[in-house]
T-cell receptor
Framework: RKEVEQDPGPFNVPEGATVAFNCTYS??????FFWYRQDCRKEPKLLMS???SGNEDGRFTAQLNRASQYISLLIRDSKLSDSATYLC????????????FGSGTRLSIRP | GAVVSQHPSWVICKSGTSVKIECRSL??????MFWYRQFPKQSLMLMAT?????????EQGVEKDKFLINHASLTLSTLTVTSAHPEDSSFYIC????????????FGPGTRLTVL
């Protein structure tokens, strides 16, 4: 089983739709969680951190469920510019800090 | 936000040659730098973690003698792919974090390596 798993997609949704992705992680000792966005052939860029209480940044909402070991990302009123691959990132502070990237979920917004 | 640069942005080389990739933090001191590799349509795979002034910690399956990492200063880390072969062709990305913001990594723009 992969340490961090994501649905690869692609998710193809119309502009203005609401879309949600989930990401599951296997290490219960994981302590930090992030969503990154990666455009084609570019480096990943931090979209938002994920806090235990859930957090919102404009149209984006991230949530963490420690009991079920998953994090989610919700995008409301999607824009064409939201088309990208969204990477779930988990950081485990065990004996050595371990940063694991999920394989990414591809999102395509159509006009 | 913090800026990380990489050089070169792309390189084409013959099989058997060595290639050096530089990663620089331009406006902050990077106590830790990470090197990733990304094959087409796959996620980033962490290759190694390096702390300034100490030996890099390599992930399982990554040959330390083939991928030489030097983190000699708080603003520069280098990755040298020795005796490169076509299967080493990939997108190599570095990231850096500071002691004040260890949780956040700032990524370089990546280096696309093609080995003929």
């Amino acid at each position: 089983r992969k340490e961090v798993e994501q649905d690869p997609g692609p998710f193809n949704v119309p502009e203005g739709a609401t879309v949600a992705f989930n990401c599951t992680y296997s290490n219960s000792a994981s302590q930090s969680f992030f969503w990154y966005r990666q455009d084609c052939r570019k480096e990943p860029k931090l979209l938002m951190s994920v806090y235990s209480s859930g957090n919102e940044d404009g149209r984006f909402t991230a949530q963490l469920n420690r009991a079920s070991q998953y994090i989610s990302l919700l995008i409301r009123d999607s824009k064409l510019s939201d088309s990208a691959t969204y990477l779930c990132v988990v950081n485990s502070y065990s004996s050595a800090s371990k940063i694991i990237f999920g394989s990414g979920t591809r999102l395509s917004i159509r006009p | 936000g913090a800026v990380v640069s990489q050089h070169p942005s792309w390189v084409i080389c013959k099989s058997g040659t060595s290639v050096k990739i530089e990663c620089r933090s331009l406006d902050f001191q990077a106590t830790t730098m990470f090197w990733y590799r990304q094959f087409p349509k796959q996620s980033l795979m962490l290759m190694a973690t390096s702390n300034e002034g100490s030996k890099a910690t390599y992930e399982q399956g990554v040959e330390k003698d083939k991928f030489l990492i030097n983190h000699a200063s708080l603003t520069l880390s280098t990755l040298t792919v020795t005796s490169a072969h076509p299967e080493d062709s990939s997108f190599y990305i570095c990231s850096a974090s500071s002691s004040e913001a260890y949780n956040e990594q700032f990524f370089g723009p990546g280096t696309r390596l093609t080995v003929l």
